[in-house]
């Protein structure tokens, strides 16, 4: 139940006057800002002054409830008048009276928090307005209620001595005008470092924004210039790939002249040293051929052909082709049956190259044990996962996504032999994206690891125009140009196994 602290009879002019002198002094006794305490005397002086002119006077009753959360400043203004026509149309504030008192009780409205308005002929008008306590404001007591009661009654008198009442009212007015003066001088001065507050912000902002727009401008240029090296670095990687090849190739074929006695005997030493340079040649073409593919990739000049084939057949090609670079007898090289798998609708060639870089870096990274090279079809149906299992070094679970990535590599005790430069399992990742799949690794370091390679049983190309299933040389190209060797066919002797898992 809220706790009066004042109650003010409205008979004369001066009493208008006064229930908004004691209006602030109540409000700034309760804690509100000196801004506050101007709203709340402003709108009690607006309605006060409302029911002394139209209903021939009235009451105000200050309150104030302590025990409502948050706390409230409670006023109440009643009068014993006619009531107000037109109710609604002055809350909506579309009422507009000769006088203003439309504007003056929607005005008074805006600067409380809570304005209830009850009026008829009959009982008159009830105007009750609330201005809750500011919640940064400490919660006032009773004995604080107690206390601003005590100081409103020792508050003086303004009527001066040898003044008629007459007199005392106009100095209470000409007094309750000047506060007002300085009360909208101070809210003026507040208006005014708010604007100039605004005005800086709005400058800030506009500069912000500029700052935005250059460097937003900026990164446009810098995008531009990256696609720029991308393209030329891509152009460069095509034409030096073609250009190393050639060379190469005619390095390979004198080193085959002389190891084959061809040109004459070689001593011991002799085919030694042919066969070190024949083997770096070997090395320097598998790069070049990685470079060239991931050219040509990144290009989109590669073409995918998928033709109608059974894993049986690729299988025993990739048997051929990788059995002889098994030196080590304490490793063996297992092709799991393939019985039962369906035909599959791919680009053999690509495929072939993803496997065969795969089992070349087990084959790297494997000093006893197995590799196990497999096919299961999915549960879905509709894709086919190819595995390469080894019981090699294994890879740490934070280093398995670096070995997708282009130069990757993850030092171990084996590095310094098996070199690499870390472009296998990249060209793999992208190799199987252009069949429409991907790729991945299950590892466990010390252990052994299993790559994987899932994709689809019938590559679906767009404006597919294959021929139907197990149609032998079906194919539908894709690409710009067919310029260099993509992958070669299974079994080309010319394509020796390669990959880097570091």
């Known amino acids: 139940m809220a706790t009066q602290i004042l109650r003010i009879r409205l008979e004369a002019e001066e009493d208008v006057v006064a229930a908004r002198r004691r209006a602030r002094s109540i409000a700034a006794g309760l804690g509100f800002s000196p801004l506050d305490q101007?709203?709340?005397?402003?709108?009690?002086?607006?309605?006060?002054?409302?029911?002394?002119?139209?209903?021939?006077?009235g009451e105000v009753i200050f309150a104030f409830d302590v025990h409502a959360k948050p706390q409230a400043f409670l006023i109440d203004v009643r009068d014993r008048g006619p009531g107000i026509r037109d109710l609604e149309a002055v809350l909506d504030g579309s009422y507009r009276s000769p006088?203003?008192?439309?504007?003056?009780?929607?005005?008074?409205?805006?600067?409380?928090?809570?304005?209830?308005?009850?009026?008829?002929?009959q009982t008159g008008t009830t105007v009750s307005m609330a201005r809750l306590l500011p919640p940064d404001r400490a919660d006032v007591a009773p004995l604080g209620i107690d206390a601003?009661?005590?100081?409103?009654?020792?508050?003086?008198?303004?009527?001066?001595?040898?003044?008629?009442?007459?007199?005392?009212?106009?100095?209470?007015s000409f007094a309750e005008m000047q506060e007002q003066n300085r009360e909208l001088l101070a809210t003026l001065t507040e208006l005014r470092d708010r604007q100039e507050e605004l005005l800086r912000l709005t400058q800030e902002l506009e500069a912000t924004n500029r700052g935005v727009v250059a460097l937003y401008a900026?990164?446009?240029?810098?995008?531009?210039?990256?696609?720029?090296a991308d393209t030329m670095k891509t152009r460069f990687l095509s034409n030096m790939s073609h250009e190393l090849r050639t060379p190469l190739s005619s390095i390979r074929a004198l080193s085959n002249l002389l190891v084959n006695r061809l040109d004459g005997e070689l001593t011991e030493e002799q085919e030694r040293q042919v066969l070190l340079i024949r083997k770096s040649a070997e090395d320097l073409t598998e790069i070049v051929n990685d470079l060239l593919d991931l050219a040509k990739i990144e290009a989109g000049r590669t073409d995918v052909l998928p033709t109608s084939f059974r894993l049986s057949g690729l299988f025993a090609a990739l048997r051929t082709m990788l059995t002889p670079l098994l030196a080590d007898p304490a490793v063996r090289l297992i092709f799991e049956d393939t019985e039962g798998l369906p035909v599959i609708f791919t680009d053999e060639a690509k495929l072939t190259q993803i496997l065969r870089n795969f089992?070349?870096?087990a084959l790297k990274f494997t000093e006893r044990g197995e590799i196990r090279v497999g096919a299961q079809l999915e549960p879905d149906g509709e894709?086919?996962?190819?595995?390469?299992?080894?019981?090699?070094?294994?890879?740490?679970?934070?280093?398995?996504?670096?070995?997708?990535?282009?130069?990757?590599?993850?030092?171990?005790?084996l590095q310094q032999r098996v070199k690499g430069t870390g472009l296998g399992l990249p060209l793999c990742r992208k190799l199987?994206?252009?069949?429409?799949?991907?790729?991945?690794?299950?590892?466990?370091?010390?252990?052994?690891?299993?790559?994987?390679a899932t994709l689809p049983v019938r590559l679906v190309l767009p404006n597919d125009a294959a021929g139907p299933e197990g149609t032998a040389g079906a194919g539908v190209p894709v690409g710009l140009d067919r310029a260099g060797d993509a992958g070669g066919a299974p079994g080309d002797p010319a394509l020796a196994a390669r990959g880097d898992r570091a």
Not at 99 to 121: F, K, Q
Not at 148 to 165: D, F, H, N, Y
Not at 218 to 228: N, V
């Open 218 to 228: 900026e990164l446009d240029e810098r995008a531009d210039e990256l696609r720029r």
């Open 432 to 452: 199987a994206a252009l069949l429409g799949g991907y790729v991945g690794v299950d590892s466990k370091f010390g252990v052994g690891s299993t790559f994987y």
């Open 38 to 57: 101007t709203r709340i005397a402003s709108a009690v002086s607006e309605i006060a002054r409302n029911a002394f002119e139209y209903a021939d006077g």
């Open 148 to 172: 601003i009661v005590r100081s409103l009654m020792q508050e003086p008198a303004r009527t001066r001595a040898g003044s008629t009442p007459l007199d005392a009212a106009a100095l209470d």
């Open 99 to 121: 006088t203003g008192m439309g504007r003056g009780i929607a005005g008074s409205r805006r600067l409380m928090d809570r304005c209830v308005i009850e009026s008829s002929p």
């Open 359 to 361: 089992v070349s870096n």
């Open 383 to 413: 894709q086919i996962r190819f595995t390469v299992a080894d019981t090699g070094i294994g890879i740490a679970e934070e280093h398995q996504q670096v070995i997708f990535e282009e130069f990757g590599q993850v030092q171990s005790h």
